[in-house]
């Protein structure tokens, strides 16, 4: 029985009164006991470890977090090659109501590389895929920044439209009359005299002080020169500074008496006047190598009947005012976006076959140098591009029969 002089123990907890031993009261020992030690912590210096680990976590988790954004945002000084589009361009060609066009089953497509510059992932992935090349960076821009490499794209775009839609036109019989002011220089061989003294880009006004305008004229003023000669070139850079600059003269590769600057040249300032008005809409994509699909296209669209047989075809390669075909770059890339869209044909400068050819699967490739050549491997296809019409005939055609024009 409880003793009542001793009341009632709360129900949150026994508080001894003086003198009672309470519940910590050791067994047969009279007067309070001691509480019972709390039961035994963690070591000392356990706390500490546990932040100095967490610590170390969190700094390892930022720098691999710092690494990943680095690895994936900071550019590095080369660029990866990969296959771009395939863009049909009689979608992008139209002409004034001077001439009419004819709507065409099969189609002429030109042919992209997407062109970065690289990180560190897309370094990794060049690697291990097959259709994404790496190049360093001077190889791409050489002296140039990347804004001066994409005008000078753009303008090299413009001249091959303009030089394509001339091809084409003069192709059907039209006189296109051409004036220019100056050359600019496309390429520069390595190891040749021009190497290190001219630059893609650069234009070239007078050699030894005789005015330069047209291509053709270069070739006269060098003729009878020979290794060893130098000649006095009067240049403007792209940025617009003009210089006096000296080549010495190296042997041509096919001709070692013959005494070169090894560079490419196209005309500057050029002024045509075209008897059609032929516009192609290429939007921001730069580069030449649009040229041969450009005067194909042209063609198609300002005549009857089906230049391809009426299937698709994808088409790379410069073109030159006298219809020859030059080697561009990135053919792998381009032949790896053509055998991914589909098309079964891939015209490509003969210089670039294996380079195509080695990317494009189960692709047709076919190698051309000329827009003659182009024509016939067409016409082998099923086209119509060694009968096409004169400009006279088409427009007898147009007066008797007037096709769709464009909007």
């Not at 047969?28 to 001691?34: A, C, L, T």
């Not at 080369?78 to 296959?83: E, G, K, M, Q, T």
């Not at 490499?149 to 091959?160: E, F, G």
Request: net charge negative; hydrophobic share 40%; no cysteine.
């Amino acid at each position: 029985m409880a003793d009542p002089s001793r009341g009632t123990r709360p129900a949150y907890g026994y508080e001894p009164s003086a003198g009672d031993a309470g519940p910590w009261a050791t067994p047969g020992v009279d007067g309070p006991g001691e509480p019972p030690p709390p039961p035994p912590g963690p070591p000392m210096g356990t706390p500490r470890r546990h932040r100095a680990r967490n610590i170390v976590a969190g700094i390892a988790v930022l720098l691999l977090l710092g690494f990943i954004i680095s690895a994936a945002v900071v550019p590095l000084p080369y660029y990866a090659f990969r296959p771009g589009s395939v863009r049909d361009t009689e979608r992008l060609i139209t002409v004034g109501e001077d001439a009419p066009m004819y709507p065409s089953e099969g189609s002429i497509s030109y042919t992209t590389v997407s062109l970065r510059q690289a990180t560190l992932f897309t370094l990794f992935t060049g690697w291990i895929d097959d259709d994404v090349d790496i190049h360093p960076e001077d190889e791409v821009l050489g002296d140039r920044d990347a804004d001066d490499n994409r005008t000078l794209n753009l303008a090299l775009m413009d001249d091959s439209k303009n030089v394509a839609a001339q091809v084409a036109l003069e192709r059907l019989g039209y006189e296109v009359p051409v004036s220019s002011n100056g050359v600019h220089v496309l390429d520069v061989g390595s190891g040749t005299g021009g190497d290190g003294v001219l630059e893609v880009g650069d234009v070239i006004t007078a050699v030894d002080g005789e005015a330069l305008d047209q291509p053709e004229d270069l070739a006269r003023i060098m003729d009878g020169k020979v290794p060893g000669d130098t000649v006095v070139l009067d240049v403007e850079a792209l940025d617009g500074t003009q210089s006096e600059r000296e080549v010495t003269l190296t042997p041509a590769t096919d001709e070692p008496e013959r005494g070169v600057m090894g560079i490419v040249v196209q005309a500057r300032d050029i002024t045509y006047d075209f008897p059609v008005d032929v516009q192609i809409d290429t939007g921001d994509v730069g580069g030449p190598s649009a040229g041969l699909a450009f005067t194909l296209g042209i063609l198609d669209d300002l005549t009857p009947g089906e230049l391809t047989g009426g299937i698709p075809v994808a088409v790379t390669g410069t073109i030159a005012p006298d219809g020859s075909v030059g080697p561009v770059g990135g053919t792998g890339q381009k032949a790896a976006a053509v055998r991914d869209a589909g098309i079964d044909v891939f015209l490509v400068p003969s210089a670039d076959y294996e380079a195509a050819e080695a990317r494009a699967g189960d692709v047709d490739v076919i190698a051309v140098d000329t827009v003659e050549e182009a024509l016939e491997a067409l016409a082998d296809l099923g086209g119509n591009g060694l009968d096409l019409p004169s400009a006279g005939e088409l427009a007898a055609a147009d007066e008797d029969e007037p096709a769709t024009t464009s909007d």
